[in-house]
């Protein structure tokens, strides 16, 4: 839509840039249908290009020429009857002449305006050509008035001309009044690069429908018939096929995405879509729906269909653009295609979101909006350039890239020192204005030795910057030592072989343009791989033995070869001219191999380039050796902290098989704890409630630690916990089926410990077996001591086991201590003495009258204090008191 006031457009559609990366040649003509069809290739391609420049030039010159001059205050709708006036502005010229909405214009200045093809072309040709003060004839119908009245209203300035504008404003229309020439300078370049590659035809089909999204200038009815018609019919052709283009462009390139592979056909109906919704207004510069199609939808099912598929189209093309770049086959596509994703997406995403906003509400775009999202714009062909000349993503030769990379940076420079001196300029003016009077002539003086030492001092930094560019950019002997110098030094920095790769790549490619170029690393795998470059299929992988580089052995430095010798070998897709080993140190296995392809410049490999490359090989090397230090390193913490974790997980699981509450009965009181010198551990402890007054009491103590303790008590605590109810009925029965499933499921050097207890709270009887464990300790009220000595042998050791039941009388103040060897051996050191069973029976006295709770923390703390945190064994210990 075009604003009515500035002439400028409102409304910058789609948008999207792309950059034909190396190697992308699935549609590229072969070499002798290219020379055969190269002829009128030409033709059609200089054809297009006269037409958008013409288109162009003309768009660029009549936007600057839109902005009516006059106004007469009035809004206006053609119909078939006239012009109807829609609204007249207060205090306007019309309103003086007594015009009024609902008045319908047949006639300016005498000239029939009923037809509505030819209203705005009338309209526009009087209000160019008039200037403010100058009147003008309108002839009208008026509802209710048999007669054709005539009005004469005086134009007035335009308030939104030129010279009602603020300077910003009028700065904003300048520079949007140059939107379509980066699309055009970039598209048509690149057109005819590659004019045999359909990927560059449709880049600049769509460049050029990127141009027409800027509405046609109102200039253009300034123009004869078939030169107006003639940009008419470009505009609303381009600007109509442009969703289709954008998605045709990346459903192909670089290669088929998997929306074009599951769709092929998509790709040519979306471009007819957009022709049936658009070019029925080819004449008149509108975008219209064919007639079949405004027959069959009404105009608002018309718009809104044009929205949906112009939008959904552009984000299909997003989506194919986004699916290649995460299934880039190797590293360095994908670094390529990341630099268009981004411009890609930084250019439209503004334009896409403005532009549904606004066009489901049907309002007009402010124009700072309008100007933000035109600069926005912008990068697309700017970030396309700089695809193609820095990271070369087009196989254009590498003299013109140079060049072009050399007019940037050096006429970007030229832009910057006149930006810095305008801006000094302007200080000083600003600065010292106030210093001198009107007509000083000491201001004169000042001001010439100001801009002399200006000048000269700018002409001095532009010499110098440019001597450097000079030889950054054309001292090739010099440009190749201090690249692959610079690179000797950086390679010590990366960490991983992709880093590495792309370093020794972009380096070596800038400094000796070998064409192609591969850097083959080792994996893990013991092969070869190619972590930069874009080789064959056949070829992304390559044993350090396969045949071509075996002619490697024994060297350690650059082995210069006829390719011919590689005739029949994996190697002989890749044209190596030179290929240098990198190794680990002199004699060392091969880390990795460079294969250099031959120079552009078409020189042989100079001695000064071998001995670069070799010690450019030499730091890879030792960046080599370090990466794999490094994966080592990782793998070592890598593979600690996942049994770190997993000891964490069985610790959980193995405390969650321990009680997590003590019991308690009428006569007995319980308290059990166990700490573990490992993660996990063999010991074992248990409370079982038999239900009826009794409760089992448990311990165990596993030989061995560990994982292997930890899963032997795991399966002892199963074995008991499945079947302790017969420990009521026989117990020596009960032990004997724990003992024969030990005996089958462990290894002949593994058994258990056991004291395994059922008290009795009704008669205070405790039933108990030993197992081969540390005798109890019972402790009377009145200071006895007496200690429940084995009455069985281990568990686990022989298949035929018997045991014999004791039974111990239980008085109130009585406590029992059962506890394992981690209790009674605790001990400072290895050689140290141990806490003893006298310790034990003095901790235990001492605190005879304390609950069993706080009976078990004391002896523990006082057992970790004697040994001062010295613990080589699992401690277990339960108190059970009478009361």
């Known amino acids: 839509m075009l604003n009515e006031r500035t002439g400028l457009n409102s409304e910058f559609d789609y948008t999207t840039v792309e950059a034909l990366p190396e190697g992308s040649s699935h549609m590229v003509m072969d070499t002798s249908r290219s020379a055969r069809y190269r002829p009128l290739l030409l033709a059609l391609a200089v054809a297009f290009a006269a037409a958008t420049v013409v288109y162009s030039v003309a768009w660029m010159y009549y936007i600057r020429e839109s902005i009516l001059p006059v106004e007469v205050g009035m809004d206006t709708q053609p119909s078939p009857s006239g012009m109807v006036v829609t609204s007249v502005w207060k205090d306007s010229p019309a309103d003086g002449a007594d015009l009024h909405p609902k008045d319908v214009i047949i006639a300016i200045d005498g000239r029939t305006v009923v037809a509505p093809a030819i209203c705005d072309q009338v309209l526009y040709r009087v209000w160019f050509a008039s200037h403010p003060g100058e009147p003008v004839r309108l002839t009208i119908r008026r509802p209710g008035e048999a007669q ?80 107006r018609y ?143 999202r035109g600069t926005f714009l912008f990068l697309i062909p700017v970030s396309f350039a700089y695809a193609v000349v820095k990271h070369r993503v087009m196989d254009i030769p590498v003299l013109l890239r140079r060049s072009a990379r050399y007019l940037l940076v050096e006429r970007g420079f030229a832009i910057l020192m006149l930006l810095v001196s305008v801006g000094l300029t302007l200080w000083f003016g ?17 001001g010439a030795t100001f801009g002399v030492l200006l000048i000269s001092g700018a002409t001095q930094v532009h010499r110098r910057v440019r001597t450097r560019l000079d030889r950054a950019f054309f001292r090739s002997a010099y440009d190749a030592q201090q690249i692959l110098e610079n690179l000797a030094a950086k390679t010590l920095s ?94 060392r296995a091969l880390q990795g191999v460079i294969v250099l392809g031959p120079r552009l410049s078409e020189e042989p490999y100079s001695a000064g ?97 560990g994982i292997s303790a930890a899963l032997l008590m795991a399966n002892l605590q199963a074995n008991l916990r499945s079947q302790y109810a017969l420990a009521l009925e026989d117990l020596p029965r009960l032990l004997r089926s724990v003992n024969r499933l030990f005996y089958k499921n462990t290894e002949n050097n593994h058994y258990a410990t056991m004291f395994f207890g059922v008290y009795d709270d009704q008669n205070r009887i405790l039933r108990y077996v030993n197992c081969g464990h540390n005798p109890p300790l ?35 103040g009585d406590v029992l201590v059962i506890y394992t060897d981690g209790i009674s051996e605790a001990a400072p050191g290895e050689e140290a003495e141990e806490f003893g069973d006298e310790r034990l029976i003095q901790g235990v006295r001492s605190r005879q009258s304390k609950s069993a709770g706080e009976m078990l923390e004391a002896i523990i703390a006082e057992v970790q204090s004697f040994s001062q945190g010295h613990q080589a064994d699992d401690m277990t210990l339960i108190v059970a008191r009478c009361r």
Request: charged share 15%; aromatic share 10%; glycine share 10%.
């Open 609 to 705: 380039d071998r001995r670069l490359l070799a010690s450019v090989a030499s730091q890879a090397g030792i960046a080599m050796r370090s990466i794999s230090m490094a994966e080592k390193m990782a793998e070592s913490m890598e593979a600690e902290r996942r049994s770190e974790q997993e000891m964490q997980i069985a610790r959980q699981v193995q405390s969650r098989l321990l009680p997590q509450q003590a019991p308690s009965l009428p006569t007995l009181e319980c308290a059990g704890k166990c700490i573990q010198t490992r993660a996990v551990g063999g010991d074992y402890y248990d409370f079982l409630d038999f239900g009826a007054g009794k409760l089992g009491l448990v311990l165990a103590d596993i030989s061995g630690k």
């Open 148 to 227: 054709a009245l005539v009005i004469t209203p005086v134009f007035r300035a335009a308030l939104g001309s030129g010279d009602t504008q603020s300077l910003a404003r009028r700065g904003a229309i300048q520079v949007l009044g140059f939107y379509p020439f980066l699309f055009l300078v970039v598209g048509l370049a690149v057109l005819f690069l590659r004019l045999e590659d359909n990927n560059a035809w449709l880049l600049a089909l769509m460049f050029a429908g990127f141009i027409t999204q800027a509405d046609v200038p109102r200039g253009f009815v300034l123009l004869p018939d078939g030169l």
């Open 230 to 372: 003639f940009l008419y019919a470009y505009a609303v052709l381009m600007k109509s096929l442009l969703p289709g283009l954008f998605y045709f462009f990346f459903a192909v390139f670089p290669t088929r995405s998997p929306i074009d592979r599951k769709l092929p056909w998509l790709k040519w109906v979306l471009p007819i879509v957009g022709a049936c919704l658009g070019w029925g207004g080819i004449r008149q510069g509108e975008v219209e729906a064919v007639p079949f199609i405004s027959a069959l939808l009404s105009r608002p099912t018309i718009g809104m269909t044009r929205l949906v598929t112009g939008y959904g189209t552009v984000l299909l093309g997003l989506a194919s653009l986004l699916w290649n770049v995460v299934g880039a086959s190797n590293i360095e596509d994908r670094r390529k295609l990341k630099v268009v994703l981004w411009g890609t997406l930084v250019g439209i995403t503004p334009a896409i979101l403005i532009g549904v906003f606004y066009d489901l509400s049907h309002a007009d775009v402010p124009f700072w909006l309008a100007f933000a």
């Open 494 to 587: 990366v960490s991983d072989r992709e880093g590495l790769a792309h370093l020794l790549h972009q380096h070596i490619y800038d400094a000796l343009h070998p064409m192609p170029l591969f850097v083959y690393l080792l994996a893990g795998d013991g092969r070869l791989h190619a972590y930069a470059g874009s080789p064959p299929p056949e070829a992304l992988t390559l044993l350090p033995a396969a045949a071509g580089l075996n002619q490697l052995a024994g060297r350690s430095g650059p082995l210069e070869l006829d390719p011919a010798t590689l005739r029949g070998t994996q190697m002989q897709p890749l044209h190596a001219e030179c290929l240098v080993p990198i190794r680990g140190s002199a004699g």
């Open 778 to 812: 019972m402790l009377r009220e009145n200071g006895d001591v007496e200690w429940l000595q084995a009455t069985a042998t281990v568990l686990g050791l022989f298949e035929e086991w018997e045991c014999s039941v004791a039974e111990l009388q239980l008085g109130a």
């Open 430 to 446: 600003q600065a010292y204005a106030r210093r001198f009077s009107a007509g000083s002539k000491a201001a004169i003086p000042i």
